[in-house]
């Protein structure tokens, strides 16, 4: 099976926008929008990585947060119809919020209205009737766990919580027995791992908690996104450590021909094991980059991972 990860793709729509949508946090975004991020994350860019994934051919895609730079109904609502493009449906693409996506309190209400489709758990999950979080998908021999550690933060902040409740059914979830065979993907938004994970400003506050779960249940991968950064760290886990991986964003291109922050994504295979004890696993990765002369997405594992840490709890 074959999983495509990527992340904080920030696309803009100002269509209908009004001055008093800015009347709140919002203004801070729209600043950088003018001073920076909006020269940077470009739709077209996206357009060419929904084109370049149809192409190669997998089996499921994860996005770890960020579809939107504001929050805005319309910004969901352009996000969601490029998401159109990608021949997967909603059932084969994962979608988790990030902290763009709730820049204001009517964002969470936005992403579900948009994006519902796309953290819906399978029916029969472990998840209590009537909660969202974590979303629990199992598809082929990888059983995705989504949390949503995103939520509207004071002005100059983007920190994550988890929150007790959904740590705790994440822990159930995790020790099912249902997922025994399974690779446990866990998708987040903000990166757990530490010292990113440490930031006051833009760190995960509870991940200590999540530290205490992952060495009672285990897991075999965490994916993230928040940090534009091609990440690389491992948590512990029940016996073995629980590798953590991070990816830039999705649409990212600096025009100053920088390859730190080309935006990429990554392809992981997965195999089930050939023993009925065993577990399935990652076999291999590819990593696909923007490549901004053939304006399309090519092959290369050439490129430096930006940072590469063991991370005790």
Not at 278 to 302: I, K, M, T
Request: glycine fraction near 10%; charge should be negative.
């Amino acid at each position: 099976m074959r999983i495509a990860h990527c992340s904080d793709l920030h696309l803009l729509s100002l269509e209908g926008a009004k001055v008093l949508d800015f009347a709140n946090k919002r203004w801070i975004g729209g600043l950088n929008l003018l001073t920076n991020r909006g020269r940077h994350h470009q739709s077209e860019i996206f357009e060419a990585m929904t084109d370049d994934i149809n192409r190669v051919g997998v089996d499921h895609i994860l996005v770890t947060g960020d579809v939107t730079n504001l929050a805005l109904d319309e910004e969901f609502r352009f996000a969601r119809e490029l998401f159109g493009r990608l021949t997967l449906g909603p059932e084969q693409v994962t979608v988790i919020p990030g902290n763009h996506d709730t820049y204001v309190q009517a964002g969470a209400t936005y992403f579900a209205k948009h994006f519902g489709e796309y953290f819906q758990s399978d029916s029969g999950s472990p998840l209590p009737e009537g909660e969202s979080w974590p979303c629990v998908r199992t598809r082929g021999p990888v059983a995705i766990f989504g949390l949503s550690t995103s939520l509207k933060t004071p002005w100059f902040t983007a920190y994550g919580v988890i929150g007790d409740e959904q740590l705790e059914r994440l822990r159930t979830a995790l020790l099912d027995e249902r997922f025994a065979q399974s690779l446990r993907l866990v998708a987040i938004h903000h990166s757990p791992a530490e010292p990113r994970a440490r930031s006051k400003v833009r760190g995960l506050r509870d991940r200590s908690k999540l530290y205490k779960v992952l060495e009672e249940t285990g897991a075999e991968l965490i994916l993230h996104g928040h940090e534009h950064l091609d990440l690389s760290a491992s948590l512990p886990g029940r016996g073995e450590p629980v590798p953590v991986r991070g990816i830039q964003s999705g649409t990212y291109d600096s025009g100053s021909g920088s390859l730190h922050k080309r935006a990429r994504y990554r392809i992981y295979d997965v195999r089930a094991s050939a023993s009925p004890e065993g577990r399935a696993q990652v076999v291999s990765e590819e990593l696909r980059v923007w490549d901004p002369e053939s304006r399309s997405f090519v092959e290369d594992n050439s490129f430096e991972q930006g940072e590469v840490a063991s991370v005790g709890a």
